[in-house]
T-cell receptor, first 115, second 113 residues
Framework: AQKITQTQPGMFVQEKEAVTLDCTYD???????LFWYKQPSSGEMIFLIY??????QNATEGRYSLNFQKARKSANLVISASQLGDSAMYFC????????????FGQGTRLTINP | KAGVTQTPRYLIKTRGQQVTLSCSPI?????VSWYQQTPGQGLQFLFE???????NKGNFPGRFSGRQFSNSRSEMNVSTLELGDSALYLC????????????FGPGTRLLVL
């Protein structure tokens, strides 16, 4: 079974600061993918970044980077130079690399960016 | 390329009724997954369809069912609605390769009275 844990229910950050959202996971699958999604109040889940368990380098997508520490089973999301529009719920998720595309989600972190 | 579309966006039903939600995936994507999101349970996987076949199913009662058509469009049906079925239902579209990510639609907000 797979499990995702996000220990920060809410975070408050000043605009332009960097922020790290924590995510730890547990799985018995030999290879897996880790995802981060952003969910604004409108409800749509917006894909941010993906990291494969076999990837040697941490994934980056613009202002988003994923700090992947396989031995510690952590996949933290780092947002650099935060903006007001970054205020939203953020979900960490995972699924096996092979097989059905079933995502397991964490409980999410509500990020609020203050001006 | 158009994104994932879901219809309707909002729905109000009463207990005991049934409802059908629709999802059109990104062009070329053959996998469609459905998720239920509630404040209490968070995001939970309902089922996934790939090439018209259910490939995986979550832990939901038989009142929840789905299907996929030859054009990859998918529908999910909930019969005998209960108050607890009030939720945001999200559909996700994926390509054929396992390494691809899944892209979500805007969701359907269902309220059961």
């Amino acid at each position: 079974a797979q499990k995702i844990t996000q220990t920060q229910p809410g975070m408050f950050v000043q605009e332009k600061e960097a922020v790290t959202l924590d995510c730890t996971y547990d799985t018995s699958d030999p290879s897996y993918g880790l995802f981060w999604y952003k969910q604004p109040s409108s409800g749509e889940m917006i894909f941010l970044i993906y990291q494969g368990s076999y990837d040697q380098q941490n994934a980056t997508e613009g202002r988003y980077s994923l700090n992947f520490q396989k031995a510690r089973k952590s996949a933290n999301l780092v947002i650099s130079a935060s903006q007001l529009g970054d205020s939203a719920m953020y979900f960490c998720a995972m699924r096996p690399i092979q097989g059905a595309q079933k995502l397991v989600f964490g409980q999410g972190t509500r990020l609020t960016i203050n001006p | 390329k158009a994104g994932v579309t879901q219809t309707p966006r909002y729905l109000i039903k009463t207990r005991g009724q049934q409802v059908t939600l629709s999802c059109s995936p990104i062009s070329g994507h053959r996998s469609v997954s459905w998720y239920q999101q509630t404040p209490g349970q968070g995001l939970q996987f309902l089922f996934e369809y790939f090439s018209e076949t259910q490939r995986n199913k979550g832990n939901f009662p038989g009142r929840f069912s789905g299907r996929q058509f030859s054009n990859s469009r998918s529908e999910m049906n909930v019969s005998t609605l209960e108050l607890g079925d009030s939720a945001l239902y999200l559909c996700a579209s994926g390509a054929a390769t396992d390494q691809e990510t899944q892209y979500f639609g805007p969701g359907t907000r269902l309220l059961v009275l």
